[in-house]
């Protein structure tokens, strides 16, 4: 089992920037990308941006490309995603996880999610 700490969040203006990062420890062999999923209020959890640990690729919603960019600490099992240019419809928590495809974007665990770490972003 993966034990993940998500942290970063907080609140900034618009056109700002925030890093958040997830620290992961137990069998993260056992995984092959982490991802960053987001949750804004009365809205479904969707899904932003994921990295295989191997290789680095990443991969990103169309709604933060060119905005977010997501890089991992393989001797620190920690994944990142840095976010600049921030806009009011990025306010959510902010979630990570090791159950994710990266190709398709999908969660495919028993939504067992961690405390998350909520970014708000003012206008």
């Known amino acids: 089992q993966v034990q993940l700490v998500e942290s970063g969040g907080g609140l900034v203006q618009a056109g700002g920037s925030l890093r958040l990062s997830c620290a992961a420890s137990?069998?993260?062999?056992?995984?092959?990308?982490m991802g960053w999923f987001r949750q804004a209020p009365g809205k479904e959890r969707e899904f932003v941006a994921a990295?295989?640990?191997?290789?680095?690729?990443?991969y990103y919603a169309d709604s933060v490309k060119g905005r977010f960019t997501i890089s991992r600490d393989n001797a620190k099992n920690t994944v990142y995603l840095q976010m600049v240019s921030l806009k009011p419809e990025d306010t959510a928590i902010y979630y990570c996880?090791?159950?994710?495809?990266?190709?398709?974007?999908?969660?495919?665990?028993?939504?067992?999610w961690g405390q998350g770490t909520q970014v708000t972003v003012s206008s």
């Open positions: 990295i295989m640990w191997s290789s680095g690729r990443p």
């Open positions: 996880t090791t159950e994710v495809n990266p190709y398709s974007g999908r969660y495919y665990g028993s939504d067992q």
């Open positions: 137990g069998r993260t062999f056992s995984s092959y990308a």
